[in-house]
């Protein structure tokens, strides 16, 4: 066969063939036990077909990976925009970009890399002047249970307003991404791409819903009810609140109730209807739905907040127990609940 043709004309496949042979057999085994069968066939054709590799182009290939490795390096101690501001200083501006955007489409690193790894409180205070929208668009690229801790400390007016932004926001553009990125202090997370990046929908706000406080899960579903009625509709067709215990199966309830604290059980009803707590008590025995009363009893008055809790903690456990596969809810399509 042919010699590896000139370094402008190698592919990232052929690079990769030639990176392996410089490795030797035992080095490249390993390497290739991290590969699919797929990949592995692709290289091992490319390896068959190299039979002579110039020194000129082993060595600008091994330098090509070793920058590729000492940029991912960087951005695992510091993200991003640290290990763009190492490699600038090291190579240049445009090799920098260069091997940073490579890396942000393999690494799949999302916009906003830098505040996902901050503290919400101080994540907050950096944007809560800021205009809903970008708000809503900050929060989208979020973990979820960073985004509920920021919403639930907004002001109370403006939860519901950023929560159904989130959930009507489709896909947004490079550039409006890049600009609030650089209105944030111009740490940019690199898009790696031209495409149109996806963020935020009914999903992502059922996300953020579930692990927010109660209190704050209540107001902005009432709020989005009198905005919003078919919004406010599609997100609780997603969603599990305590209330909708009524609408579980026995089977269900009962497997719930292996996995609640009796305390929490007891302090959770107290703030509950009569008809959340009959259905509870019907699939218990007779003697632990009376221990079950003796102990709301004993508890006395309580704050309102603690009961949210509990009802929180409760809903935490049917919705881990919906994900493990071990009962399945139904979310308003009138279908069977299956356990």
């Known amino acids: 066969m042919a010699n590896i043709p000139k370094h402008k004309q190698i592919s990232g496949r052929q690079k990769a063939a030639i990176f392996l042979i410089s490795l030797g057999p035992e080095q490249s085994a390993q390497l290739m036990k991290h590969l699919s069968e797929e990949e592995i066939e692709q290289l091992t054709l490319e390896i068959a ?6 020194g000129e182009q082993l060595e600008i290939v091994l330098e090509e990976f070793s920058q590729l490795y000492m940029a991912s390096q960087y951005i695992a101690q510091g993200g991003i925009e640290y290990a ?25 690193i999302k916009p906003f890399d830098f505040i996902r790894k901050t503290d919400p409180s101080q994540v907050l205070n950096f944007i809560q002047g800021e205009h809903p929208q970008t708000i809503a668009l900050i929060m989208s690229y979020l973990e979820p249970q960073q985004a509920a801790a920021i919403i639930s400390a907004l002001p109370s007016e403006r939860q519901a307003d950023v929560a159904r932004r989130i959930a009507i926001m489709d896909r947004t553009s490079p550039e409006i991404i890049r600009e609030v ?3 944030l202090e111009k740490k940019i997370s690199s898009l790696g791409t031209q495409d149109y990046t996806s963020a ?16 704050t899960e209540k107001t902005i579903l009432e709020t989005l009810e009198v905005q919003d009625p078919e919004l406010s509709e599609e997100i609780k067709k997603l969603m599990f609140i305590f209330e909708d215990i009524t609408k579980m199966d026995d089977r269900s309830i009962q497997l719930v109730l292996r996995e609640v604290d009796s305390k929490d059980l007891a302090l959770a009803l107290k703030g509950s209807s009569e008809e959340v707590s ?30 949210e809790e509990a009802q929180q903690r409760i809903v935490n456990v049917i919705r881990r127990l919906e994900d493990s596969g071990e009962i399945v809810i139904s979310r308003g399509g009138g279908d069977e609940l299956i356990v």
């Open 49 to 54: 077909n190299v039979h002579t590799i110039k």
């Open 278 to 307: 009959l259905k509870v008590k019907r699939n218990m025995s007779k003697r632990a739905a009376q221990m079950l009363d003796e102990e709301m009893t004993f508890l006395g008055p309580v704050r309102l907040r603690d009961v």
């Open 84 to 108: 763009k501001q190492v490699l600038d200083r090291a190579l240049g501006n445009d090799k920098a970009l260069n091997i940073i955007n490579r890396l942000s489409s393999n690494l799949q």
């Open 200 to 215: 935020g929908g009914i999903k992502a706000i059922v996300n953020v819903l579930n692990k927010v406080d109660r209190a």
């Open 181 to 183: 990125e650089n209105i």
